[in-house]
């Protein structure tokens, strides 16, 4: 008998193809029109039809009728914890007019042909999807009630869709979705300008933190869709995948970035019992792309057996190909980056007459922050099961990415990428990591040369820390001249860190468009002279993202800065930061080289100093802004714009005389125009909270002679429960009018600069060095 996933897998990923199938013998309302793009390919595209892969505007792709009237709806991006799977469903259900209590969800297969983009980075699930999936939403209501129409022989304008049911008001009849969802498959699917979105007060989900229409409770408060099963454990992960016959693995991989196998006994690790063999993995070479490193699998029969036998090996590693990457040690690298700062760089923006103005300064204050390495570290480290059969692949993975891992693993077995099947499970937490679909590529090497029978690759703790794609390492130095009015007259920024670019590149040294667009020569404040410099800074690890990615160290830089000038005038900081954005204004992103824009239409998406001005605002009113403190506490301030958002935050802290640091609250006002789920965003700020915190005070990866110091959570700690702020308060901004920007980032890159300025408010304590640590103690 065929081995296959079992049932529990099996709920949670229905294919296409079976689902079709299943639909296919019933009533169901399938469309099998498809809108094409309108965009040409001669003209840029913006937002959703930007996006690799575009979008879909397929009512047929992601809802699906069955006659006994249960509404399916696929979600086709990955759920790593920000609740996409509720907020997409959502969206469609409300435009459809679903009950909630009679939806049910789908997890996409990764196609990009039937689901357009489905890479869920770059906070841009809800602000890329939030049209499509209405218009979804929209299309197949109209088709239900064009069905009711014509089989009342009445006009449609006589009818409208209530909740879960389609009613004719003069006579009083109604017909239920799973009623008409036989007669809805076979009409056509209404042109996109035909289509009529509901009016705000008609809706129940979007943007609402109850089901109430006009104070009525009109539909139950939809649920998490994974919720009860993630607290009660039967939410099927990664390492969840469970199939008959399987084999699992773990992988010896080179210590040092670039370098590969050399001699190596596998003797010993073959005597484990359980270990059935030893299979050499092939890397890419330097640059690595998403690759994977190469090394030596251990293939057993159980995790245990398979990470016996990998202690067991003994190998000599070829650091040759490395080059100097073996000789990278952390401390001296910042000790280089730092000397280089002084000197000038690249320069990538310019206004004004930047050695003038400082020369003519009253005063000249400057300062170099550093921020090091980090590790996504989630919780569920990377983990991919594959099935390789003859001309065809499966993989079952964790991923981001279900795309690129499609593509990559069919280039690497040599498949077309048809014959490639990627089954995408639940993410227990990502943050950029999973975005790379090495590991992907690891079960699949090695389930080749075991034909049929799955395979899973395991990584462990202690190899995700040490073997990951390592945020950049940055030090950022900024000098500034103020008036006898204390106003900035003068702004320098020196910007250092590797490229993500060296991933593909070999010698790229300094930061892309699309790091320098993060915050960087996006600074939005209006000094006379400014001066952006970018100096080179070499790679000698695997450079990845992490969340916010550049936001974080560029937010770090500028806003401890902002709150050093503001200490030398002598000037509130909430009243410094506003006088530096001056008045309101709309600041064009080309306007100060920024071509990225994360992906937006910039006549759409623009640098709106106002909405800045209006986070501090509410920030700080909520915060108390200005009270009295008693000693040893503090309040501490930072901003930034990005992904389309804006968010600033408030600490209050308190620092005893052991250097003992206490977080009574953080309040976080966001402003991301319309709000899909706000209740997701408001889990999303409080998560931004927490891990911003890990990234001020404790998080670090550290190497010497190339290897990464830090192995498990005892050194690369993660906040715990006494670390959090005893409060959370999380303001929303409402802002209809504007364009929607991404959440799960945006709330990140504030945190760790307004904890650390609300320290040095409870210490006098400048920490210019990330992460704090026991600074305070010293």
Not at 186 to 207: A, Y
Request: aromatic share 8%.
């Amino acid at each position: 008998m065929e081995s296959g996933p079992k049932d529990r897998l099996k709920l949670a990923n229905v294919s296409r193809r079976r689902f079709l199938t299943g639909l296919a013998g019933g009533a169901a309302l399938v469309i099998a029109a498809r809108w094409d793009l309108v965009e040409t390919a001669e003209k840029r595209k913006y937002g959703a039809a930007g996006m690799p892969g575009g979008y879909t505007d397929n009512p047929n792709v992601f809802i699906h009728i069955d006659p006994d009237g249960t509404v399916t709806i696929v979600n086709h991006r990955s759920e790593m914890g920000q609740g996409i799977r509720t907020s997409n469903v959502m969206v469609i259900a409300d435009e459809l007019g679903a009950d909630w209590e009679r939806v049910r969800v789908e997890q996409a297969q990764g196609d990009h042909n039937v689901y357009g983009n489905q890479y869920t980075e770059a906070s841009r699930s809800m602000r890329q999807w939030f049209d499509p999936l209405r218009r979804a939403g929209a299309a197949a209501r109209q088709m239900l009630e064009q069905a009711a129409a014509d089989q009342w022989q009445v006009p449609v304008s006589e009818v409208k869709t209530g909740i879960h049911a389609v009613s004719h008001a003069p006579t009083g009849r109604t017909l239920g979705f799973g009623e008409l969802a036989a007669a809805a498959r076979n009409l056509d699917v209404p042109e996109p300008e035909s289509l009529i979105l509901k009016d705000p007060h008609e809706l129940r989900f979007i943007g609402k933190e109850t089901g109430l229409i006009n104070g009525t409770l009109a539909s139950p408060r939809p649920k998490a869709i994974d919720g009860e099963d993630m607290v009660s454990g039967a939410a099927v992960y990664g390492a969840d995948v469970a199939f008959d016959n399987p084999l699992y693995a773990v992988i010896a991989r080179p210590p040092v970035y670039g370098a590969v196998l050399g001699r190596f006994d596998e003797s010993d690790a073959l005597k484990v019992p359980g270990v059935i063999k030893v299979l050499r993995i092939d890397g890419s070479g330097l640059p690595s792309e998403f690759n994977p490193l190469g090394g030596l699998a251990v293939v057993a029969n159980n995790t245990w057996a398979a990470i016996q036998g990998r202690k067991a090996l003994k190998i000599y590693w070829d650091n040759g190909p490395a080059g100097n990457n073996s000789a990278y040690t952390s401390t001296v690298f910042r000790e280089r980056l730092e000397k280089q700062a002084r000197s000038a760089g690249k320069v990538v923006r310019e206004e004004g007459n930047f050695e003038q103005a400082i020369a003519e300064a009253k005063q000249r204050i400057s300062a170099t922050y550093y921020m090091p390495h980090l590790a996504q570290a989630p919780m569920e480290p990377p983990v991919a099961t594959a099935r390789v059969r003859k001309g065809s692949a499966e993989i079952w993975a964790p991923t981001q990415n279900p795309q690129s891992t499609r593509s990559k693993v069919a280039g690497r077995l040599g498949l077309d990428e048809a014959n490639v099947t990627v089954n995408v499970t639940l993410l227990g937490g990502a943050f950029g990591r999973k975005a790379k679909p090495d590991f992907a590529i690891e079960a699949a090497a090695i389930a080749q040369s075991f034909e049929g029978r799955p395979v899973t690759v395991q990584w462990t703790r202690e190899d995700d820390l040490q073997h990951g794609y390592y945020h950049t390492v940055s030090v950022d130095h900024l000098a500034a001249g103020l008036n006898e009015q204390g106003q900035t007259t003068a702004w320098l920024h020196r910007s250092l860190s590797p490229s993500t670019m060296s991933l593909l590149e070999s010698d790229f040294d300094h930061k892309s468009k699309v790091e320098q667009g993060m915050g960087f020569n996006t600074t939005p404040f209006d000094i006379p002279a400014i001066r952006l410099e970018n100096p080179p800074a070499p790679a000698h690890v695997r450079i990845g993202w992490i969340r916010s990615v550049y936001n974080l160290p560029h937010a770090w830089a500028i806003q401890s800065f902002a709150h050093e000038l503001s200490v030398a005038a002598g000037k509130d900081h909430r009243d410094f930061l506003l006088e530096l954005l001056g008045r309101d204004r709309k600041i064009s992103n080309p306007s100060v080289g920024d071509t990225y824009n994360y992906d937006e239409d910039p006549a759409i998406y623009v640098i709106n100093t106002a909405r800045m001005r209006g986070v501090i605002e509410r920030v700080t009113e909520e915060a108390g802004w200005g009270k009295e403190m008693p000693r040893g506490r503090g309040l501490g301030l930072a901003f930034h714009q990005s992904f389309g958002s804006y968010a600033a935050v408030v600490f209050d802290v308190e620092v005893n005389d052991r250097g003992a640091l206490t977080i009574h609250r953080a309040d976080i006002a966001l402003d991301c125009g319309p709000q899909a789920n706000p209740e997701r965003i408001r889990s999303q700020l409080e998560g931004s909270c927490i891990m911003g915190i890990g990234v001020a005070l404790m998080n670090e990866i550290s190497f010497e002679y190339g290897v990464a110091q830090q192995a498990n959570f005892d050194r690369y700690q993660l906040p715990r429960m006494t670390d959090a702020p005893k409060d959370i308060r999380v303001h929303l901004i409402e802002n209809p009018e504007e364009p929607m920007g991404g959440v799960g980032e945006p709330g990140l890159p504030p945190v760790a600069p307004a904890l650390v300025n609300a320290i040095y408010a409870a210490t006098g304590k400048r920490i210019r060095r990330l992460p704090v640590g026991n600074q305070l103690k010293a």
